[in-house]
């Protein structure tokens, strides 16, 4: 999970609401849950829309593992805590259930309107 500032920011939207009864119910149940906020490719399966979305899949701490620091947390998410449940995304043209892709997955995709083969741009980032 990278930059803390997003993730910070995204867990106090979740947690007031702002993103949606799913993660502030996930939330208030998992007081120490945690979400992925990093930002992935929303795939529509129906209609084949590609989107960039933040991933917001819910995770819990893994059981014997010693509470972990936050800010350690954050940058190792599977070292630390094991996958609750996958945010459902939804197609914002048809509706549709979405699939979330990382960036390799994306490469292999082809373009939904001219089937050409998609390139994935070096990008740069900071918090």
């Known amino acids: 999970m990278l930059f803390p500032r997003v993730y910070q920011k995204t867990m106090e939207q979740a947690r007031a609401g702002m993103m949606g009864e799913i993660l502030q119910n996930f939330l208030t149940r998992f007081p120490d849950g945690v979400l992925n906020a990093e930002t992935v490719a929303k795939v529509c399966p129906n ?6 979305v933040q991933n917001l899949s819910m995770y819990i701490p893994k059981k ?18 094991e996958l609750y449940s996958a945010y459902p995304h939804k197609c914002d043209k048809c509706g549709a259930d979405c699939d979330t892709v990382s960036d390799r997955e994306a490469e292999k995709m082809k373009c ?14 900071w918090d």
């Open 112 to 125: 939904p309107l001219c089937h050409a083969e998609m390139k994935i741009t070096p990008y740069l980032f």
């Open 64 to 81: 014997d593992i010693e509470k972990p620091n936050p800010d350690d947390a954050i940058w190792n998410l599977e070292a630390y805590y």
């Open 47 to 52: 209609c084949g829309t590609i989107d960039s």
